[in-house]
């Protein structure tokens, strides 16, 4: 069997920190790798507009900048086919048939769609459109035969729905769809990173990220009043290192070289958490560590940015070169699809 690698991100504002770790870092690992037949990367417009409808600009201006943010990590678009979801008409008529094979009952217990209407404050009065995202994530997922979504923890509900689409779909048609799986990241901080309020994830939807191109002064300030240990009030005091954010980013983001260049009193994470615990480590301290471990990380990415801001033009040449390609894989397998389920009628 093919190995196909694809992911998307919903234009909804700049990729963060979140993303870089949960995501963006095992794609260009993979990538880099090179162990793989096909690899796409799309921007999922017609997701962001399900509750985005009412904010096209939004959504427009976020595809920009995702693709920005793209380039900047090191996605290569000679390697990979970066694409615009909505630019590929076969998905929404995947959706379509496979809207028939779940129920209503199933997408309203997926966990994470249910905790994001409460977080979206829909109450009774969920769009159609958004409640069936979980589908047409199916659709993105099944057309390209995908065989490995790299993603964090929030999207293995979605995974799983989309299994059981293809299960049921070859169960009725006769096999046609590849089964996926979701790669998740090894380090279990990555897999979801929290927000620099201490949320349980740093989303782009509550504000609480650090961007992937904020400028320094930017990450300064939003690393310098990042939520800590509420109890450790003075220097002395013990601290928690669990459910803190500061040490919860250095778990996915330092490494003992960052030691050795910023703090090399310590050797390693585990000696200064430890300190922390014992109390006698302030929180300033820490967090200008942390500073310098996530400039560290953004300063290439921030020097690429600003190549492809220079060169749009080449941007948009990758978008439209990406997005063509991807729609003739993906009406291969509409075809692949109406005729099992015979609906090809003329072919
Ligand atoms: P929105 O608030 O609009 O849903 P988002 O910040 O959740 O935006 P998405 O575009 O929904 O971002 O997510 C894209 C990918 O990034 C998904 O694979 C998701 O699992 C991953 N991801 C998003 N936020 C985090 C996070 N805080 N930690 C780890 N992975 C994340
Ligand atoms: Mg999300």
Known sequence: MKKIILTGD???????LGHYVGSLKNRVKLQEEGNYDEMYVFIADTQALTDNFNNPKKVRDSVLEVVL?????????????????????????LTMYYMNLVTLARLE?????????KQKEFGSSIPVGFLNYPISQTADITAFDATIV?????????????????????????????EPKALIPDNESCRRLPGTDGKAKMSKSLGNCIYLKDDSE??????MSMYTDPNHLRVEDPGNTKDNPVFIYLEALSTEEHFKKYLS??????????????????????????YDVIEDILTPIREKRKYYEENIDLVYDILKEGSEKANRKANSTLKRVKKAMLIDYFD
């Open 10 to 16: 919903r234009p909804t504002g700049n990729l963060h």
């Open 69 to 93: 943010d793209y380039l900047s990590v090191g996605l290569n678009p000679d390697k990979v086919t970066i694409f615009i979801q909505s630019l590929i008409p076969a998905l929404p008529e």
């Open 109 to 117: 217990r997926n966990p994470t769609v249910k905790g994001e209407i």
């Open 150 to 178: 790299p993603v964090g923890e929030d999207q293995l509900p979605m995974l799983e729905q989309a299994r059981e689409i293809v299960r049921s779909f070859n169960n009725i048609y006769g096999s046609t769809l590849v």
């Open 218 to 223: 930017t990450v300064k300030k939003k690393v």
């Open 265 to 290: 009193e310590y050797n390693n994470l585990d000696e200064l958490k430890a300190h922390y615990e014992k109390g006698g480590l302030g929180d300033v301290k820490v967090k200008k560590f942390l």
